[in-house]
């Protein structure tokens, strides 16, 4: 049995590896990435974004099609919601201890520095996997994986609207730089990759992950959706603005009247988000303008690993929108033939943050293969115990098989 198990998956592995960097895609050729200046924004309110045509139409039919919509998918988030992710600064120096990095980042006249910590395993084997915690770790701690634990509000601070452009972020980019706090995170993961990426600190550059619950849980799914080198991801909890798609939870709210969170409150809750998404969150009507959706987000992930939990004790969090929107998500693994690689744990009530023994072995598989490179393990999650059924009519398009 487990010999058939381990045949079955290492067909699948030999498809695409799960971890293959740099930090951006293949943005040639440059077509891909550049928008027309003029985009005409299409009004889809009660549709979720088809991921499988380009802005002007062209359907997606093999894995290289799909990389360049994935690098326009990538400019569109950044144009209009998240904001733009500078690349790599000429200046990156860094000095490491057994128990932290220091990254100092410089544009040649200017420079910041900013630290993380860094928790050595009692056990395991050198270089050992890490994980990436924004301001600590809500997930069971895998045995022989170090823990690097990033303070996210020294890098851009999210207390509240007066707090947009305070962090180190802002000191080397300017206050005015259009990204918000989630994308400021993301490149704060992005210069430690690259820190490890050059330093012998015994840690294994290809085998990273990054989590955060709540608020640190949507920065969480931006890091891996914007550094290809991470090789999973672990959004926890992260409701309206990670695992939910806006239009499905502006649904919930409008139609439905659920006290969900959508796009309408977060721009005016806390500046996680550029400036630039404001213009889709003026009223509970314009958000249907947004060219892209979460589901969409999720998908530049894969083919790498996303293992992500949510709680249905609380509606804020956008139920019914997370199971939807991580569906539609995982259309995206299907057609690139990885759907295993996507993992979807809804359970609860339980307290927020507080991670249920229930998914214990779950979370696990996914260190197995993504972290320690088990690659004959079952990591074929997705389950709700919120009894919805993936509402079709959101999907109008429908999935390729790329190859
Ligand atoms: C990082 O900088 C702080 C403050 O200067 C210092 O206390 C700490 O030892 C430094 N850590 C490393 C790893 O260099
Ligand atoms: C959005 O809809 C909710 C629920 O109907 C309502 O409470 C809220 O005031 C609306 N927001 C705006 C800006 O109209
Ligand atoms: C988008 O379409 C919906 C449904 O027809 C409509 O209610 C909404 O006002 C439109 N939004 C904009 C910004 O035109
Ligand atoms: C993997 O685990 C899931 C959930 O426990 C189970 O439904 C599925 O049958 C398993 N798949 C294989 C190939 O064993
Ligand atoms: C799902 O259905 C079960 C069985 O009817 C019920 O016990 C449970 O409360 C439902 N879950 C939710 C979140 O409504």
């Not at 930090?23 to 088809?50: H, K, W």
Request: proline letters at 6%; aromatic letters at 10%.
């Amino acid at each position: 049995m487990r010999f058939f198990l381990a045949l079955s998956f290492a067909a699948v592995v030999s498809a695409l590896p799960a971890s293959h960097g740099p930090e951006f895609g293949d943005d040639s050729p440059l077509s891909c990435a550049r928008l027309p200046c003029n985009l005409e924004l299409v009004n889809q309110t009660y549709i979720l974004p088809d991921p499988f045509h380009s802005i002007d139409g062209e359907p997606v039919t093999t894995l290289a099609d799909w990389s360049c919509r994935a690098t326009q998918i990538r400019a569109l988030f950044q144009k209009y919601e998240l904001g733009v992710k500078p690349p790599r600064p000429p200046v990156l120096t860094s000095t490491v201890s057994s128990s932290g990095v220091n990254v100092t980042a410089g544009d040649g006249t200017k420079s910041v520095t900013f630290s993380a910590s860094i928790s050595y395993p009692p056990s395991g084997t050198a270089p050992y996997p890490a994980i990436i915690a924004y301001d600590g770790l809500n997930v069971p701690r895998p045995a022989g994986a170090v823990i690097i634990t990033l303070n996210v509000d020294t890098i851009a601070q999210q207390n509240g609207p007066q707090s947009r452009g305070v962090g180190v972020f802002y000191d080397l980019y300017g206050k005015d730089h259009s990204a918000g706090a989630l994308m400021a995170w993301a490149w704060a993961v992005s210069r430690i990759m690259d820190v490890l990426e050059a330093t012998s600190a015994n840690i294994n550059p290809r085998r990273i992950a990054v989590t955060g619950c709540s608020r640190n849980g949507k920065g969480a799914m931006v890091a891996g959706a914007f550094d290809q080198r991470i090789a999973l991801t672990i959004p926890q909890e992260s409701g309206s603005g990670g695992d939910a798609c806006w239009r499905v939870s502006r649904a919930m709210l409008v139609k439905d009247q659920l006290a969900t969170q959508t796009a309408w409150e977060i721009v005016g809750e806390d500046v996680w988000f550029s400036t630039n998404f404001n213009q889709f969150a003026t009223d509970n009507y314009t958000v249907g303008l947004l060219p892209v959706d979460h589901h969409e987000l999720a998908g530049l992930i894969a083919p790498r690993g996303l293992y992500s939990t949510e709680n249905v004790g609380f509606l804020w969090l956008g139920a019914q929108s997370n199971w939807e929107c991580m569906t539609a998500a995982n259309k995206i693994y299907q057609a690139l033939g990885v759907a295993d690689r996507q993992g979807f744990s809804q359970d609860g009530p339980h307290d927020h943050c507080s991670f249920p023994y229930d998914q214990t072995a779950e979370i696990q598989a996914f260190y197995d293969r993504f972290l320690f490179g088990k690659e004959d393990t079952n990591t074929s999650v997705f389950r709700t115990v919120g009894n919805w059924t993936y509402d079709e009519s959101w999907q109008p398009w429908s999935v390729p098989e790329l190859a």
